[in-house]
């Protein structure tokens, strides 16, 4: 069965940090980009990050450059997102995606999705 679990959402106080997990079961990610979406309350979801498998190149939104990083461990087929410096407008629910291997992949070309994990930053 092909999936994607995002795990590592919480709690966390402004300025604090995150780390997300993308975990494939089912699927190698080698081939896919694998992108990082969020979702407000009332709000479009949208990208947040991205790594391609072929040359490592990453992606990021504005609103998250300098404080979010992505990565991947092959042997664990698992992407990661690494969340610094957390805001209350980083508050969403943050899902992973793979699809065709190129950053920002667009929307049409995503082929798996996870179920999403909700991160919260609220004193």
């Known amino acids: 069965q092909v999936q994607l679990v995002e795990f590592g959402g919480g709690l966390v106080q402004p300025g604090g940090s995150l780390r997300l997990a993308c975990a494939a079961s089912?699927?190698?990610?080698?081939?896919?980009?694998i992108g990082w979406f969020r979702q407000a309350p009332g709000q479009e979801r949208e990208g947040v990050s991205c790594?391609?498998?072929?040359?490592?190149?990453?992606y990021y939104v504005d609103s998250v450059k300098g404080r979010f990083t992505i990565s991947r461990d092959n042997a664990k087929n698992t992407v990661y997102l690494q969340m610094n410096s957390l805001k209350p407008e980083d508050t969403a629910v943050y899902y992973c995606a793979a699809g065709a291997n190129v950053c920002p992949t667009p929307y049409r070309y995503l082929q798996h999705w996870g179920q999403g994990t909700l991160v919260t930053v609220s004193s």
């Open positions: 790594i391609t498998t072929s040359d490592d190149s990453t």
């Open positions: 089912g699927f190698t990610l080698d081939g896919y980009a």
